[in-house]
């Protein structure tokens, strides 16, 4: 059975503001907690990756942070895109776009540099008191 917000125009708006508080929480905070339990927060304001040995890997601020062909992680100063030979090319600026044209070549803010390991950091512990608690997932009661 399908429904939609004219069937049921009292649930809407609170469904909604629901969604709405919950988007700012989650791309507030980008914390992890490891196989060992430790809690582990990005810089703000970064991008992180997982790779195939559940090592957190992050960027620069402003920068991407992303697996390449061979799954290791890569970061780039700005935004990154994959060009036709699956290399990751990512923005020499930080807070820069990237994009393939029509061509699919890519074009970036600040022009485009290869994404290397050497531009990530690796995700460390957060400092006693400052991690934010964890939040408890809903459970189904059925």
Not at 16 to 38: D, S
Not at 45 to 73: E, F, M, N
Not at 107 to 113: D, E, H, I, K, L
């Amino acid at each position: 059975m399908r429904w939609s917000c004219l069937s049921l125009p009292s649930l809407c708006p609170a469904l909604l503001a629901v969604l709405a508080l919950g988007a700012p929480l989650a791309a507030k905070a980008q914390c992890v907690a490891t196989l060992r339990g430790e809690t582990r927060c990005a810089p703000p304001d970064a991008k992180c990756v997982i790779d195939r040995y559940s090592v957190w890997t992050c960027s620069a601020p402003g920068g991407s942070a992303v697996l390449d062909q061979h799954g290791q992680p890569v970061c780039g100063a700005g935004a990154c895109v994959r060009d036709a030979s699956n290399l990751v090319l990512c923005s020499t600026q930080p807070h820069g776009n990237a994009v393939l044209d029509l061509a699919s070549r890519p074009v970036c803010t600040g022009g485009c540099a290869l994404a290397t390991a050497a531009q990530c950091k690796p995700l460390r512990k957060s400092a006693k008191g400052t991690a934010p608690r964890p939040r408890k997932e809903f459970q189904a009661v059925f």
